[in-house]
């Protein structure tokens, strides 16, 4: 990553009724995510997508604000809403969502700023590829690409556009343990070096306690634990994830954090 | 046997799908794009010419862009020729009983791409029109394209709304189904030209086929 990134803490206030799947759900949430990777960790159905999607700009909620730093995001006092491409959100959708029409190259290439020559994008994602280790993939297309190699392009192509806030939806949910293990390692190095605000939803526990430097705990659309993965996880070994786990026993002193990144 | 209609059956239809591309695109990226009050009666609307009697669908036509008509006197005006009896008639007659097809065909296309897909190109950055055009299009596009052949084929054939806003004047206005009617008519060989216009549907649907298995092979 070129850019010295500027860090800005993500505040984030939601009061919404959704509706969908025949039911409405009430959502309640108010926290201020800073750099690092805080994880939004709960079952399915507690609100956690929904917030990822705010935050993105996806979705118009009805009350609340999302800022990032002094940038008004969205207000429903004021009525202020930027689009998703006036954020600079970094989203990882847990189905990827590559462009299945392109190769790796031209899909991490799409998010990059159009003052950039054709040759700077493409030597940029080859360098991106490269960070990744999908450099192989370059002029593949997604649909020959296996579960981690998606992951990878996926990965890449977020990070192209310099965000200012990385979003991950289960980002892992589809991969086998030592995939997880890998890109968890990947994902942790990068939010490091980006210096950013990272939000990423799981409901896998081994995840959230090798990953977060922070967990909010969520249940029925509320904030009901705030903490360090120690405090918030400890006391839930009962979780029903907890057996089929696949990252059980990647604590975070096995993810080592280089101090100094290179290119 | 004479094969003027057949080359003007194969213009008149060019024309007519080129138009219906434009037009029908158009209509669907509207229709599956912006929500608006009465769109399913827009959808119904458009669509209706695929389902009424040719000859009603004519009337309507005529009743549009005959002499008498705002349309057909804007033209004269403009051209001093009729729309009318007169190729341009054959085009717009082909057009409307085509155009239906292609925006069915480019509604459906639109609305099965991925919506999470263009949501990740809003979130690359992309505004509402370049995600359209780069993704959203794009992905769509063996599903129009298989529309747009169907549309061809319908263009080629039509005989009911020719007739009636065209007229079937020989060497002017007679289109291919038409000839063949009235070579039958006259008890005269039609066998050659039924012969063209069954091989050319036949290709048309063998194409639209293979663009169908071609799309799934490349999307999965």
Known sequence: MSEKPKSSALDIALHVVREGHGQSFQLDVEFTAHTGINILFGPSGSGKSTILQAVAGLYRPGKGHIRLGDEVWSESQSGVFLPPEKRGVAYLFQSLALFPHMTATQNVCYGMSRQLSRAQREERAHDLLGRVGANHLSSRKPKTFSGGEAQRVALARALATSPRVLLLDEPFSALDRDLRVQLAQLVVELVHELGIPALQVTHNHGEAASMGSRVLKMSNGRIVEDGSPGEVLEDHRDFSDIGKTPMLGLLPHTLKVPHTLKE | ?220
């Open chain 2, 1 to 220: 046997m004479n094969w003027d209609p057949l080359w003007l059956s194969y213009k008149v239809a060019t024309i007519a799908t080129l138009m219906s591309i434009i037009v029908g695109v158009g209509v669907a990226t509207l229709l599956s794009q912006v929500r608006f009050r009465g769109r399913e009666l827009v959808d119904a609307l458009v669509t209706v010419p695929m389902v009424m009697p040719p000859t009603v669908l004519g009337y309507y036509v005529l009743t549009a862009v005959g002499k008498n008509s705002w349309l057909g006197q804007t033209y004269e005006s403009l051209t001093g020729g009729h729309i009318a009896f007169s190729v341009v008639g054959c085009v717009i007659a082909a057009f409307v009983g085509s155009v239906p097809l292609v925006i069915k065909s480019a509604r459906s296309a639109l609305e099965r791409v991925d919506p999470t897909v263009v949501r990740a190109a809003r979130t690359l950055g992309a505004s509402p029109l370049r995600a359209y055009l780069t993704v959203q299009l794009p992905l769509a596009a063996p599903g129009i394209a298989a529309g747009v052949m169907l549309a061809f084929a319908r263009a080629l054939g039509d005989f009911g709304v020719t007739v009636m806003v065209a007229g079937s004047i020989p060497g002017q206005t007679q289109t291919a189904a038409l000839y063949v009617y009235e070579q039958v008519a006259k008890q005269a060989p039609a066998g050659a030209m039924v012969a063209v216009l069954t091989a050319t549907a036949i290709g048309v649907l063998y194409a639209v086929n293979s663009i169908g298995r071609r799309a799934d092979v490349q999307y999965g």
